[in-house]
Structures are given as structure tokens and as C-alpha cells.
């Protein structure tokens, strides 16, 4: 098992790339089994028993997981009973436990990937790709998803994963292999080294860490959300609540986490204090505004910057330049626009002054949004918001797919906003920056607020307990390891 | 930064090049195949097309052409697929018509008027598949060549004796329009150039502008490239699919009113049909920008003038037809292949400038 590390843009996606046949390289060799090979397509590749788990899962949610496994590979076992039985077969000898039938659209996150995995094992694959696989998991997932690894690994299979979590690569790969700026700068041994020490071959200098030193928590309060109430219509027609009952308060200078497992509602709650959904229950305050069915640019005008968890939907015009983005979700702010006219050369300017200050790495400001890397996309978008000096962040997975040179920044300039007073509403999946960078945190499960937790003491277990609905009420740390619910524990 | 500029400016004048020599190499094989002689065809349309007669021809065709690619274009850069220009344009012009004929005003207010019937009664016909979308999620493309059925439909009704229509001869047509409804002529020889050119210009500019450089047009564009992140941005989609939809309409209105105060005077069953379809085809063809179609409409008159002299050359008839359909597949996709190179290329130039950089950057500190 082989694990393969280094900051975003560093280039570790375009290895993939070209090791699935995506992209072809200008020199150099690939070596498989001996046999030196070149791929002009992914089907190339999967004939040579390579296999690509992606970072956003590649399945239609409208079909059964069986269907899916089956898709585009129908001339393997045909679509009958000879699939399913082949299906089975490959699940049951990897410990996969798949259930072929169930429809995709009702897995969770964890199901969904191992129905990716096995979808690759289906195509006779003998050498894994797993780009970012523990990203979207809980730590409970993720042992659990490393257990089928290592059942791969025993079966004699090649695992090559990317990560940024660099415990876990300690934990679990047999070489590590780091790259920056395109090159290999470091291939150590596990035993030999410890996640300081990788992270700074990653970065090439100090290790950031996410910690909030001091308390800036005041007592005005900037956000406040009460019983707010979200209804939904599922694609089946039945309409459930998707929040339930919400109710918190952000202060000036306070940072709130919310922890949870996505797809418990995390989603649903930013888009309604963003006003992209109307909430049918509650109320939201702004600094003492009802804002609870504001439009959207409204509520920006007001003071809300937005780093959109999915940058790519909902943050950038990734087929526009760099300055069309900058004008994005702020076209009626300046130095965007005076009057209802466009100010074409102040958002330039500003831009560019953009890109300095937050060290978005780009040649120019007139390369399109899709040509940076992930990292200097959300320096982008992270600049873009507070240049408009806001009174409330929200920003879900701020770090997510994010260098560590990045998110160092990333991390800073939200400190940085906070002792200015800024209220931030942190959602992560990854737990040490919800530990490191809040004041409060509280637990988000199945469209509700069920714990709440003190970040000074307590563990990401902890935690990932509440998120799968194990524990809940106030989290109270014990010393020998084990968590009460100091409320009702189930 | 200027080597960027520079493979732009390549790349830019690349795609009409690569579409233009692609399509002249099919329609010569097409015509080799029906046994004739391409060159030849090529030579008469030059001669024939740069004539002084042509040429007011086919610019006098081009205005309306270029209405027909402003108002799709409109719905283009939104995302928004209006088939339905055809029937905007058509029952537009047919109430101006109707008004206008009812009423003898002085021109510099019968003008106007007609002019803002048509807009109006296009941006109706448009808005009403704008709102069906917003409200009930149907898909523009449906209703809108729907309501050129309907549009046609209704025209028809009317367009009866005793109802809004005379007969004359064997035709049914609208009251003609009082000789001060009469758009003015540009004196050119050796016929004159249609007024409503200056419109069409017009038209253009304001299409410019308003998409570049106002916010409106900002927010419309954000629409067109992703719906999520305008949505997120604070702007409201399905306002802006209503206001794209009568705003299109509004510009479909105009289509018809060179043909209704320039030439025809009236609206009758004779009235031209199907140019909504050609402004498809044109703004594709000059890829929604201003100059791009003001350059297609004029090509497309050019080869509608001069198909009819290939005919006398014992050409196929419907080489034009053929020619016209190639042009716009060729350019589709020579510009798309292009798009592609040029963004691989573009990525592949970050990467190599931050390369760069950071090399600089490594030896600084190996020097310090």
C-alpha cells in the first residue's frame, strides 16, 4: 500500500491522470509488472488492471448499486444473473459487503465508496487508485474503510492512495511518497517518520496548525438562529424536515463549528441563512435584522461572505477569468460596479490586489477559474469574501481539498477576522480544524442540533461518536478515554 | 502575461480560419460528388454577390437576420434555448400591423408605436414560456416551439375576411399602414438601403453593452455559465429567466418591422416565415457575439443571393442549403476544438509559470 502526499497543485492529481490515461505525459515511463506501458485512455488503463476511485464518487443515483457496478462493463458478465453472481463473488472475497439491489441514491457517503471500489474490482482491476478516499468520512468510517484496504492489500492487490491526512498515511501505508511542485522531493518509510516531519517535506517549511490561541468571543450577539424548521420533498415525494428545531448563536468574534456527518442537514442550514432556501419555521437575526426570507444578495449586502463548500457550483464561474470571478456574489458592491454600471478597471485592479494579498498563485488575472489549482481557487474565493469586510463567514469546508500551505492561510486570515470581530460558522468534516479553529461546537444529526461539545477538551472520537448518533447531549471528556452523553445517551 | 495575450489573439483568429477552409472543403467534395465543378460555383457566387445590386440585397436580408441571431442570443447567453423567436416575430409583427393600419398618426408617433406593439406582443408571446418555466419547470424549449404553433394558430384566425384581415386577389393581409408609417431609406444606388439597418446597429451596441457592462447583464451571464454559483451570488434565476425570456421577445419584435415598414406595408399570408430559425443558425454561427453575427447574417444574405445564380449555372438548388448547414457544424465545432486546445493549453501555462516561480524561489533559498 502505497501512499502518495504533497500539497494541492503540487501535482499529484495530473500523476493520477496520467496513470489512469487521462493525460499523457511529454517524457518519462510507466512501469507495470515489469512491462513498460502508455495509455492514450482510461480503457487502457483498466485493461491493464488499473483502477480509479475518484474523489467525488462517479455513480447514478436513479440506479441499484448492482446496475451501477454494471454500467459500461455489461461485456464482462452480460447484465443477468451471471453479473450479480460475479458481483457477489468479488464483494464477499474482498469483505466488501455490498448489497447489489439497494438503489445508490440510499447509501450513505461510506457505501457509496465501497460500491466505487468495488465497481474497479469488477473491471479485473489490480492496482487501486483512491484519490482523497477518507476526505468525506467520519473516523469510524475510516477504520473501517482501511480494514478493506488492508483485505485488498492481502489479496495481493497495489493500493496507491492520496491523502492529506497524514496520520492516517502513517498508519496505514507501507511507503510514502511526497511530492511538491511536481516533483518527488522525499520517499520514506512509515516507521521512520512522523506527520511533522512529513508535513513540513510536504510544504517545505513550518507545520500550521489550526489552534486558536486566545479568546475573542464577545457578547454582542452577530448571528442568531431560532427554531428554524426546513421542509423538503424527497425524490420519492414524501416531504420531510431537513432541519429541525435549529437554534444557535454566533458573537462577535466567535467562531461556531458544526460537526456532523454530511448529509444530516449541514448543507440545507447554510443555504438557508444564505437565503438560497426559505425556511418554512424560525427566525434568522443579523445583527439585529430579521433576515429569515431575505433574498440572497441582500443578505451579502448586509455583511454575509459565503466559502461555499462546493467551490465549483457555487463559488466560482469557472469558465470566466479571474476578475469576472472576483465580481461574483458581490456585482453590487463596489469597486465591482458604481451605479447599475460595471467598473470594469476597479474590479481588475482589485483583483489583482486580490491575488497578491492571498497569494492566489496564477500568472495573470485573465486565465480562467478552471485553470488553477483547487488550493488557489479557494484563496481566491476566501479573498473575495473578505475583501468586503464581512460581519459573518460562513464557511463550509474552508480547507477541503486544500494544500497545507494553503490552509495555513486559510486558517490565519480567518483568525486573523475574527479578533476584528468577525462571527464565522465553521462546518468541516475534518474534526482537528473544528477542534482547532472553534470557540463552540455543536453536533449536527439528522437535521438537528443534538450535542454540544467544548473544543479545549474534547477528542475527534468523541465526536465522531455524536455525528453517528451514538452519543448526545453535552459532550463531557473522560480521562480513561471512553465519552458519556452527558444527556440522554443512547 | 503578453504570451498569454498572444495565443489568444491565435487561437481567436484559428477558429473562423480551421471553420471557413473545413467548410470549403466539404461543400467542394459535396459538389464533386454531384459532378460538377466547385471552383467554378465559388467564382460565379464572388462575381455574382459583390455586384452593387447584391450587395444592397443582401444587406436589406441581413437586418432582419440580425434581429432574428440578437434575440437568440440573448436566451443563449442565459442557457436559455428560445426556439421560439419564429412566432414572436411573426404575431409581433401581425398586432403592429393591425394597430398600425387602424391608425393614421404622424410618423414620428406611428412609428414608435407600431415598433412598441411589436416589442411588446413579442415579449408577451416570450414571457409566457418564461413564466411557465419558473413556475412549473417546463422546459423552454417546448413551450416555446409550441407557441410558434399556436402563434401561427392565431394568425391564422385573424387573418380571415371580416375578422382583421382584406383580401386582395387571391390574399388575405392586415389594412396597409398610412404612407406616414413608412420607414425612411438610405439613397443608395442602384437601390436604396433599408433604414432599419441603423435600428439593427443599434440594437447591437445596446446588446454590447448591456451584457458587458452593467450589472444586469453581469448577473445574466452568471446565469448562462452556472446557475448554482449566480444563485448563490445572490441573484434571482428565475427572475432573470423571465426578464431574458421578454427581453429576447422584445428583440424578436423587432424582426418583422423592416419587412412591415420597409417593404410590405402590411401583414399578409405572403409575410416571411421561418427567419426565427435562421437567427439560430446565425448565432451560433457568430457565437453570440455582436460582430460575430452581424458577420453571419451578412454571409448568410450572401448565400441566399447568390444560391439563386448557381441555379442558372445548372447548380443543385439546394447546394445553398447544404453550404449553410456545413458552415454552422464547421464552425460549431472548429470553435469548440479550439476552446478545448486553448484551455489545455492555458492550464498547462499555469502550471509551467508556477514551475517556474517556484524553481526562482527554491534557489533563493538554497542562496540564502
Redesign the interface.
Known amino acids: 500500500m502505497h501512499a502518495l502526499v504533497g500539497e494541492n497543485?503540487a501535482g499529484k492529481s495530473?500523476l493520477m491522470k496520467i496513470l489512469y490515461g487521462m493525460q499523457k505525459p511529454d517524457e518519462g515511463t510507466i512501469t507495470i509488472d515489469g512491462e513498460q506501458v502508455s495509455f492514450a485512455s482510461p480503457a487502457d488503463a483498466i485493461a491493464r488492471g488499473i483502477g480509479m476511485v475518484h474523489q467525488h464518487f462517479m455513480l447514478a443515483d436513479n440506479l441499484t448499486v448492482l446496475e451501477n457496478i454494471v454500467l459500461g462493463a455489461e461485456k464482462l458478465h452480460g447484465i443477468g444473473a451471471a453479473a450479480r453472481a460475479a458481483v457477489v463473488e468479488v464483494s464477499d472475497r474482498y469483505g466488501l459487503n455490498v448489497r447489489p439491489d439497494v438503489l445508490v441514491e440510499d447509501l450513505g457517503v461510506a457505501d457509496r465508496q465501497r460500491v466505487e471500489i468495488l465497481k474497479v474490482l469488477y473491471r479485473g482491476a489490480r492496482t487501486l487508485i483512491l484519490d482523497e478516499p477518507t476526505a468525506v468520512l467520519v473516523p469510524q468510517e475510516v477504520d473501517a474503510l482501511f480494514d478493506n484496504l488492508r483485505e485488498l492489500k492481502a489479496e495481493g492487490l497495489t493500493v496507491l492512495f492520496i491523502s492529506h491526512k497524514l496520520g492516517e498515511v502513517l498508519s496505514v501505508a507501507d511507503d510514502i511518497t511526497v511530492i511538491r511542485?511536481?516533483t518527488t522531493v522525499a520517499s520514506v518509510a512509515p516507521g521512520e517518520t512522523t506527520p511533522k516531519q512529513l508535513a513540513e517535506l510536504m510544504v517545505g517549511s513550518e507545520l500550521p496548525s489550526p489552534e486558536t490561541r486566545e479568546s475573542t468571543v464577545t457578547d454582542t450577539p452577530m448571528l442568531t438562529v431560532d427554531a428554524l424548521h426546513l421542509s423538503a420533498t424527497d425524490p420519492d415525494g414524501v416531504v420531510r424536515a431537513v432541519l429541525d428545531g435549529i437554534g444557535f448563536t454566533i458573537h462577535k468574534g466567535e467562531v461556531l463549528g458544526i460537526a456532523g456527518v454530511e448529509g444530516n442537514g449541514q448543507a440545507e442550514l447554510v443555504e438557508a441563512i444564505?437565503?438560497?432556501r426559505d425556511p418554512d419555521g424560525g427566525t434568522i437575526t443579523l445583527d439585529g435584522a430579521d433576515i429569515s426570507h431575505a433574498?440572497?444578495?441582500?443578505?451579502?449586502?448586509d455583511g454575509i461572505g459565503?466559502v461555499?463548500e462546493d467551490r465549483h457550483?457555487?463559488?466560482?464561474?469557472?469558465?470566466?477569468p479571474l476578475w469576472?470571478n472576483r465580481?461574483?456574489?458581490?456585482?453590487?458592491e463596489k469597486p465591482n460596479?458604481r451605479g447599475?454600471?460595471?467598473d470594469?478597471k476597479a474590479a481588475r485592479t482589485d483583483t489583482e490586489r486580490i491575488v497578491a494579498e492571498y497569494d492566489v498563485?496564477?500568472?495573470?488575472i485573465?486565465?480562467?477559474a478552471?485553470?488553477?489549482s483547487g488550493g488557489n481557487q479557494q484563496k481566491l474565493i476566501v479573498g473575495r469574501e473578505m475583501s468586503h469586510h464581512p460581519k459573518l463567514l460562513i464557511a463550509a469546508h474552508p480547507t477541503r481539498g486544500v494544500d497545507v500551505g494553503a490552509q495555513a492561510q486559510i486558517w490565519d486570515q480567518i483568525r486573523e477576522a475574527r479578533r476584528e470581530g468577525l462571527a464565522v460558522l465553521l462546518i468541516s468534516a475534518d474534526l482537528d480544524e473544528l477542534i482547532g479553529l472553534s470557540d463552540t461546537l455543536r453536533v449536527m444529526y439528522r437535521g438537528r442540533l443534538v450535542a454540544d461539545a467544548d473544543p479545549a477538551t474534547v477528542t475527534p472520537e468523541e465526536l465522531g461518536s455524536a455525528m453517528t448518533g451514538a452519543a448526545s447531549g453535552h459532550l463531557e471528556h473522560v480521562e480513561d478515554g471512553t465519552e458519556t452523553g452527558g444527556g440522554a445517551a443512547e | 502575461?503578453k504570451k498569454?495575450?498572444r495565443t489568444?489573439l491565435t487561437l481567436g483568429i484559428a477558429a473562423p480560419v480551421l471553420a471557413i477552409v473545413a467548410a470549403l472543403v466539404i461543400t467542394s467534395v459535396i459538389i464533386l460528388a454531384t459532378g460538377k465543378d466547385p471552383l467554378h460555383a465559388y467564382t460565379v457566387m464572388v462575381d455574382f454577390g459583390s455586384k452593387s445590386d447584391s450587395q444592397v440585397w443582401i444587406i436589406n436580408k441581413a437586418v432582419p437576420y440580425y434581429l432574428s441571431a440578437l434575440a437568440v442570443a440573448i436566451g443563449f447567453r442565459m442557457n436559455l434555448f428560445n426556439i421560439g423567436v419564429d412566432g414572436q416575430y411573426r404575431i409581433a409583427a401581425f398586432f403592429a400591423a393591425v394597430v398600425g393600419g387602424a391608425l393614421t398618426l404622424p410618423g414620428f408617433l406611428q412609428i414608435p408605436l407600431i415598433i412598441i406593439v411589436a416589442m411588446l406582443v413579442g415579449s408577451v408571446w416570450a414571457g409566457i414560456a418564461g413564466i411557465l418555466k419558473t413556475t412549473r419547470g417546463v422546459s423552454e424549449v417546448i413551450t416555446t416551439i409550441m407557441l410558434n404553433s399556436i402563434a401561427a394558430a392565431v394568425i391564422g384566425y385573424f387573418l380571415q375576411e371580416g375578422r382583421l384581415a382584406v383580401k386582395d386577389g387571391n390574399l388575405f393581409h392586415t389594412p396597409n399602414l398610412p404612407a406616414s408609417s413608412h420607414f425612411f431609406t438610405i439613397p443608395t444606388q442602384p437601390d436604396p438601403l433599408d433604414g432599419f439597418l441603423v435600428v439593427a446597429a443599434i440594437a447591437g451596441v445596446a446588446y454590447w453593452f448591456v451584457l458587458?457592462?452593467?450589472?444586469?447583464?453581469?448577473?445574466l451571464r452568471?446565469v448562462g455559465?452556472?446557475e448554482?454559483?449566480a444563485?448563490?451570488?445572490?441573484?434571482?434565476v428565475k427572475r432573470m429567466v423571465v426578464t431574458s425570456m421578454l427581453l429576447s421577445g422584445a428583440a424578436a419584435g423587432l424582426i418583422g418591422m423592416p419587412t412591415l415598414l420597409g417593404v410590405s406595408y402590411n401583414y399578409g399570408t405572403d409575410f416571411p416565415v421561418g427567419i426565427g430559425f435562421t437567427g439560430i443558425a446565425i448565432a451560433l454561427l457568430g457565437r453570440n457575439h455582436p460582430l460575430g453575427m452581424a458577420a453571419g447574417a451578412l454571409l448568410w444574405g450572401f448565400l441566399e443571393r447568390t444560391g439563386t445564380q448557381l441555379e442558372f449555372e445548372d447548380y443543385e438548388q439546394e447546394i445553398v442549403g447544404v453550404m449553410q448547414g456545413v458552415i454552422v457544424l464547421c464552425v460549431v465545432i472548429a470553435y469548440e476544438v479550439v476552446r478545448r486546445y486553448g484551455?489545455r493549453l492555458?492550464?498547462r501555462?499555469?502550471?509551467e509559470?508556477?514551475?517556474a516561480?517556484?524553481?526562482k524561489t527554491?534557489k533563493a533559498e538554497v542562496s540564502a
Open positions: 497543485g495530473t511542485r511536481g444564505m437565503g438560497m433574498p440572497t444578495r441582500k443578505r451579502r449586502e459565503y461555499p457550483r457555487h463559488g466560482l464561474l469557472l469558465q470566466a469576472e465580481i461574483l456574489g458581490h456585482v453590487t460596479s447599475r454600471l460595471l470594469l498563485r496564477t500568472p495573470g485573465e486565465v480562467t478552471a485553470s488553477l | 502575461m498569454i495575450d489568444k458587458g457592462r452593467t450589472r444586469f447583464g453581469f448577473d452568471t455559465q452556472s448554482s454559483a444563485q448563490a451570488g445572490g441573484v434571482s484551455q492555458q492550464q501555462k499555469v502550471g509559470e508556477l514551475a516561480q517556484a524553481r527554491d
